[in-house]
Each structure stands twice: as C-alpha cells, then as structure tokens.
C-alpha cells in the first residue's frame, strides 16, 4: 500500500473513531441534559398541580385533564393504597380497572414522603415515559413526559452531527491525500535516486520544503557522495591490482566455490595453451597431469599447495595454491622452462669448457713430464715443446673467445658503426685463415652485389664474424674444395654470406649449430682445434647490429651461412 494511500486510510480512521466517540457522548449528555430539564419541569408541574388539586375527590378527574391539556403531560393521582383515582389519559367517567401502583418506584417513594423518579415503558399507554411522582391529594400525585420528543430532539442532534462529521471526513480526507501526495512525491523521488545510486547512475534529489524530509534527502545525499568515493577508490585499486595481475610473468588463475574459473590473466592463458577470448573449463577440468589434478583436487578441499612442480606439454611449471576465505582458489603457475633449460646449458657450458681445457692440459702435462724425465734430446724438445706452445695457444684462444662471448652476451660491447667494404674486409680475413697449411689447396672467391659493396657495421666484428666463418669452413672442406664470400643488397639489409663445398651439415643438426660447443662433427673439430665457440660468436656479433644469421646446408655438398646486417 502506498504511503499517500496509507495516509487517508489512517487519517480516515482517526477521523471515523473520533465521530463515533462525539456521537455516542454528545448522545447520552444532550439525553441527560434534556431528561434533567424534563425531569425538573415535571417536578414544578407536580408541585403546581398538588397546590391546584381541590379537596373534592370528584373533581380530580376533570381537573387533571384540564391541566394536562395546558402542559401536554399525563397526570396521575394515586390513593396510599395505590389505587389510582384520577387520569388523564382516561376519557372521563368511570376509571376502567387499573391494576395497583403500589409497586411503582416513583409511587412508592412519594408514598414515603420524598420526590420519586422513574423512566419506563408504561403499560397502559404503550410508551417510554419520565415519571416524576410526589405527596399530595389522597397519597401521590405523579406528572408524566412521553420521552419521544427526546428522542427525535437527539435525532435530529445525531444527524446534524453526523451530517457535520460526514462534512468533516470529507475535507479530512482531501487534506490527507494532499499531504499524503506532497509527502509521497518526494519520498519517490528518494527512492528513484536510490534505485539510481544503486545502479550506479547520477542521481537527481528532490526539494520538498519538509524540514524532515529535506533532512532525508541531505544524509542521503552526503550518503551517496561517500559512496561515490569510496567506489572511485575501489576502482582504483581493482584497476590496480588487474593491471598488476595482467603484468605478471606468473599465471594466476582464480576459481570461484564451484570452481568456475573467474579470472585468468594473459600469461596463465599462454602457459595452458589458450588464447583471450577462448572459453576456460572449470578448475577441476583443467590440467590433464595427473600431479596438476592432484594440486587442484587439493586446494579445492581447503589445503594450501606449495611449490609443487609438475610437467605440462613439455613445460616444467612450478604450482602454488591457497584457498580462498569464501571458498574456491587461487593458482599461481610460475613458468620454469627456461630456467631449467638455463640450468641444463650451464652444466653443459661447464662440461664443455672443462673438457676443452682438459684435453690441452692433459697434452701440456703429458709432454712437460715426459722433458723432465727423459735425457735432454734437442730434436725431440723442440717437438714437445712446440706441442705444448701449440695446446696452450689453443686454450689461450678458448678463454679469449669465451671472454668475447661472453662481453657481448652482457651487452658491455656495443659497435661502433662506419662503412665497411665488404670486399676488402673478406680479403684481409683470407689473409689471416690462409696462413694455414690446409688453406694452400682451397680457391677462394669473393663476389659482391650491385649496393652490397658496404655494410654499415663494426670494422672489426666483420672481419672477426669473416675469420669465423672462413675457419669453420675450412674446418671442413677437404683440398681441392673452394670458398667464397657472397655479398647482395636484400631490401635494407646487405646479406653477407660464406659459402664451402665441403662436408656439409645433415638436417637435424642446422637448428643448434649456432650454440656454444655444439659441434656435427665434434672429433674432427676437436682434432683441427676448434673451440666450438666460433658460430655462437658470429650469431652474437651480428645480433648486436640489429641483423641475423642463417644457415644452410646438405650433408655431402657444402654449407653456406649468410648474416644479414641492415642500414644504419
């Protein structure tokens, strides 16, 4: 029920109790007020009539109806046996029988000398009457009322009352719907910007001129401004934290009590194998590892899991997970791949660099101990020595390509770029290899492009990337084999390219050759003194240009490796 409705129905309500409670005691008053005027009236009259009755018995009869007929009562006189001897609402002669009066109150108590009082329906008459009955005559003289005309007086006081109280409610009833009306309207106002701050909208608040309600309306609206603040903050910090769960290199996934996933930030959908807009099973359907299940199968049951690694699609993943105060979980997965992979190349680094070191070390060792314990042989010194100058010289070319490797992994080498001629650059780098004695039966050739006759690159990092690559082919092209330096302009690069008949590499082997101390063929690079570190050096060098490098490659005919660096 509406409020205005309310209103006029209460006020209605008021108003009907209040009429009936002014009817019923303006009734008995106005009765009493008028019974007690009857009643003295009737006692003056009584009076009246005992000083008017004569001391002839025979005369009563005509002298009550006389004075009745003067004051339209009934007048009775009664014996002191309660025989009635005169009345005037008998027609005159003889008195039918009338029973005794004896027994009336209003007889009896001016029979004792006092004034008697009565109101009843008489008998005789067919009436309610106001008897008032005192001594005089024979024994009593009793003055009637008909009690009728006090009941159409009280009538006709109800109706107007009535009609006045109908009036009433009327006026009440318009005045209540008024207010009700400029009560209600902005109450609903109030509850329409309610509704609107709840929902989030500008609200728009009413003025009602109602001290009270006006009072409403500015709570409710220092109300909503703290709100609105309190939300802007929320905001933030929701903004915040998704931004801080969407920049982590961790994956969180959090599930709510059903285990329905509610939040998967990027990295947890590239780490499970789902793209952004992919739909995500829930918590328990997610990993197909039955470690992984066990995890969630754990934290779903209100156990914290901690760094439980597992394998997912050939990625190691470390799983941590706690549940959530009002219920589901959160999984953080931290992607351990790489690290482990990192681990794996450094044992392999430090297997590697200790069994390059091992084999000159053992050389030196062996040819050292074998001068001191053997008779002084000039010829044979010289071989032993040179043997041991030649391993030393290789591990002095092992810890210096190490030392440039790493320099250039840690970025503390940076090129400094002029225009380098390529032609010029790769002679000189010949020159160098050409020393050899296993160059003496190679060809070498150089062929450049139209606009590849310069890179724009570190005069020195070329020629180095040059001798790499020339060593490295001729590590493996057998005599009578030729090498070439190839140079052509591809869009704003200038591809530079080192190309053998030689061995060859078989396919499997090409994806790693540019890896620190992955040989195809590790004897016989070991045998002609290779430290394994050559190709990973020129991968680097070029890198640090901006540029690329490639190989290819066939096992049995040649192996061409082409490094791309751009302009500028």
């Not at 005992?50 to 009550?64: C, G, H, K």
């Not at 009664?78 to 109150?105: K, M, Q, W």
């Not at 450049?448 to 005069?459: F, M, R, S, T």
């Not at 690329?548 to 082409?562: I, K, L």
């Amino acid at each position: 029920m509406r409020f205005a409705t309310r209103l006029v129905a209460g006020t209605l309500l008021v108003l009907v109790l209040a009429v009936a409670v002014l009817l019923f005691v303006a009734e008995r008053s106005l009765r009493r007020d008028l019974v007690g005027d009857i009643e003295r009236s009737l006692e003056s009259e009584a009076g009246l009539i005992r000083e008017a009755l004569s001391s002839d018995s025979t005369s009563w009869d005509e002298s009550v109806r006389r004075l009745a007929g003067q004051n339209s009562r009934r007048i009775t006189v009664v014996d002191s046996t309660g025989r009635v001897r005169a009345d005037s609402d008998f027609p005159p002669g003889p008195l039918p029988a009338i029973e005794s009066h004896l027994d009336r109150p209003e007889i009896r108590t001016a029979l004792k000398g006092g004034t008697g009082v009565a109101t009843r329906r008489s008998e005789t008459v067919g009436r309610t009457m106001l008897y008032v009955a005192m001594p005089g005559g024979p024994g009593a003289i009793r003055v009637a009322a008909n009690l009728s005309q006090v009941d159409e007086i009280v009538r006709r006081a109800q109706g107007a009352v009535a009609g006045a109280a109908l009036l009433a409610l009327l006026v009440g009833a318009v005045l209540a719907l008024i207010a009700g009306r400029s009560i209600a309207r902005p109450l609903t106002s109030i509850t329409t910007a309610a509704r609107a701050i709840a929902a989030g909208s500008p609200p728009r608040f009413p003025r009602s001129g109602i001290p009270d309600i006006d009072a409403l309306v500015q709570a409710l609206r220092q109300m909503h401004r703290q709100l609105a603040d309190r939300f802007d903050e929320l905001r933030r910090e929701q903004a915040e934290t998704a931004a801080l769960v969407e920049s982590m290199v961790e994956g969180v996934v959090a599930a709510d009590e059903r285990g329905r996933i509610v939040t998967a930030n990027p990295a947890a959908r590239r780490l499970l194998g789902y793209d952004m807009l992919d739909p995500l099973p829930d918590l328990a359907e997610l990993f197909r590892v039955k470690a992984a299940r066990e995890v969630v199968d754990a934290v779903l049951a209100g156990s914290p899991v901690q760094d439980r690694e597992v394998e997912l699609d050939e990625r190691s993943m470390l799983l941590n997970a706690r549940p959530l105060p009002a219920g589901g979980a959160v999984l953080v997965l931290h992607d351990l791949t790489e690290l482990r992979r990192l681990e794996a190349i450094r044992r392999d680094f430090v297997a590697n660099v200790s069994h390059e070191l091992k084999t000159p070390l053992t050389s030196i060792s062996g040819y050292a101990e074998t001068l001191l314990s053997l008779p002084p042989d000039p010829e044979m010194a010289r071989v032993f020595l040179g043997t041991i100058l030649g391993n030393a010289r290789r591990m002095q070319r092992l810890v210096d390509d190490l030392l440039d490797l790493s320099r250039i992994e840690a970025g503390r080498w940076q090129p400094g770029r002029t225009e380098v001629d390529v032609a010029a650059a790769a002679r000189e780098s010949w020159t160098e290899v050409a020393a050899r004695p296993a160059s003496q039966a190679i060809d070498f050739t150089v062929e450049i492009g139209p606009g590849a006759e310069q890179v724009c690159a570190d005069l020195d990092a070329v020629r180095q990337v040059l001798t790499n690559l020339m060593e490295n082919s001729l590590r493996h092209t057998p005599a009578g084999g030729a090498i070439a330096c190839l140079a052509r302009r591809e869009g704003n690069s200038v591809a530079v390219a080192i190309r053998d008949n030689g061995a060859g590499i078989t396919r499997e082997h090409l994806p790693r050759i540019f890896e620190r101390f992955y040989r195809a063929d590790a004897s016989r690079s070991r045998e002609e003194g290779g430290t394994g570190l050559g190709l990973a050096i020129v991968k680097h060098l070029v890198e640090a240009h901006g540029g690329r490098v490639s190989a290819d490659s066939e096992r049995g005919r040649g192996t061409t490796v082409t490094c791309w660096f751009p302009d500028g």
